[in-house]
């Protein structure tokens, strides 16, 4: 059935590429951008999300492409940057970026108090709802998003239905299949006559996505954590600008760079202050017969220090939830679990298994690169390996639910080399649509057993382990009894 379903789905894909070529390219190439008609060749996801929005109805579909093709030209889409935005309008803060609802979805916030009713700036907030919508559309590919109305403080003079008939059609049209829900905050009685005419701009199907909330009910569809003070909530973010406001993943701390001795002095400075967080409940006798067999100075290829560690964890370590990518198998594959400040488990562990026949360079980056320590951030894994990546706090900062990493995978030629300086210029050169991405969000996971007892009931044969061992035991015996996933 499954096989069959995907055969469907690739016809279907076919037929509208090669029926919007032969139907609506020929003779009228002048209408569209030609970057999304080469886009529509290659990215299949792109076209399924126009097939789906239409039910799979080609003719449907084509009309939908053609209408939104042409907006895209009119708008300039593909060359919209912060430059294209009045500054006034990005300072302002009534569109941006942040946050996420109950179900993991983006907030895509619309502040309608900002926004005043005047003919001569509505061409330039299209531009700006446009312009966010693309730039989080190239980055997710795909994942929907919460549009969150808020109509809190808002006065007769921010009605304006051709802006809210703009926005709707973004998501009815040029960008299909991106909307979760809806959420209309606080709306004033006087604009009920005109969210009527809303539910019939949007459809039948696409009503049920309007979810009309208060302070009461606002919970339902996004947790404290990311609702502002006048929602109920506990954010404490206020919008700013310059920068833009997004969740942009940064290259952490730790980085594995190009400049070899500050890796050293990198990897130096984390076994150090591993061994130290991972001994700390211990006595301190059996912390000094233990960081004697920790040789920190001592050169290791980078091929060992991975048989070193497989052969170390492999027995002991438990099956997490695995996302299963083209490239790299990822565990855990949604969440990195970290203990509470009581129970001082302050390290998570990524494992990467290279599922290919060729060398898979990776990296890894955060929301957050000022917090966060990880090891190896920049490397390659062959094939058929693992690799483990230990993930930890710098200077005793606080996780947060709200940090999230990104994890990019690519494969790379048989001749390439994996140093450094081959892995910096390769990431310069791989094209966009040859990378695997894959986000984690962090889970905070309280604790009431006591640390020394875990660690001592597993410190066996301490005389023959490094603190880097002990700890990836200590990790893992930790994860399988207070934090494995359900």
Not at 115 to 129: F, R, S
Not at 329 to 355: C, D, M, Q, R, W
Not at 475 to 482: Q, V, W
Request: glycine share 4%.
């Amino acid at each position: 059935m499954a096989e069959y379903q995907a055969q469907n789905k690739a016809k279907l894909i076919s037929d509208v590429r090669r029926r919007f070529e032969a139907e609506y390219v020929t003779d009228k190439s002048d209408k569209y951008d030609p970057r999304d008609v080469e886009r529509l060749q290659q990215d299949d996801n792109w076209v399924e999300s126009y097939l789906c929005w239409r039910h799979n109805v080609v003719d449907e579909t084509l009309k939908m492409l053609d209408e939104s093709f042409q907006w895209r030209k009119e708008m300039s889409v593909n060359d919209l940057t912060e430059a294209s935005i009045p500054r006034w309008l990005l300072e302002i803060g009534g569109i941006y970026l942040h946050g996420y609802d109950k179900e993991g979805n983006k907030l895509f916030w619309i502040r309608v108090k900002y926004h005043i009713k005047d003919h001569k700036t509505i061409l330039d907030k299209k531009k700006l709802i446009a312009f966010w919508l693309e730039r989080y559309a190239k980055r997710e590919n795909g994942k929907p998003v919460t549009v969150m109305f808020d109509l809190s403080e808002t006065g007769i003079n921010s009605i304006d239905m051709d802006f809210v008939r703009f926005i709707i059609n973004c998501f009815k049209v040029y960008y299909p299949k991106y909307l979760s829900k809806m959420v209309i905050f606080d709306m004033p009685w006087i604009m009920n006559a005109a969210f009527k005419i809303v539910k019939s701009w949007l459809g039948p199907e696409a009503v049920s996505l309007l979810k009309f909330t208060s302070k009461n009910d606002v919970q339902d569809y996004v947790s404290v954590e990311y609702l502002p003070l006048h929602m109920g909530g506990t954010d404490p973010f206020k919008y700013s600008y310059p920068p833009l406001i997004d969740d942009d993943f940064q290259t952490p701390l730790c980085e594995n760079g190009p400049i070899a001795s500050e890796d050293e002095a990198s990897s130096k400075e984390d076994i150090e202050s591993d061994g130290k967080e991972t001994l700390e409940t211990i006595s301190n006798e059996e912390q000094t017969a233990l960081l004697k067999k920790v040789n920190i100075t001592e050169p290791t290829s980078k091929a060992e220090e991975n048989e070193k560690v497989d052969s170390k964890t492999k027995a002991f370590k438990k099956p997490l939830s695995v996302f299963k990518g083209p490239l790299l198998h990822i565990s855990p594959a949604e969440e990195l679990y970290f203990g509470s400040t009581e129970s001082e488990e302050k390290k998570a562990l990524i494992v990467l298994t290279n599922v290919t026949k060729n060398i898979v360079a990776f990296k890894v980056r955060t929301t957050a690169p000022e917090k966060y320590r990880v090891k190896p951030s920049n490397s390659s894994c062959d094939p058929g390996a693992s690799v483990d990546i230990v993930v930890s706090p710098h200077g005793g900062l606080t996780v947060s639910a709200q940090d999230r990493f990104l994890i990019m995978a690519a494969e790379m030629e048989q001749s390439s080399g994996t140093g450094p300086a081959e892995l910096t210029q390769f990431w310069k050169e791989v094209p966009r649509n040859k990378v695997m991405e894959h986000r984690l969000r962090c889970h905070i996971v309280e604790s009431t057993k006591p640390t020394t007892l875990t660690l001592k009931d597993h410190a066996f044969n301490m005389s023959e382990k490094t603190s880097e061992d002990l700890y990836l035991q200590f990790a893992t015996s930790r994860r399988e009894s207070d934090c494995s996933p359900p």
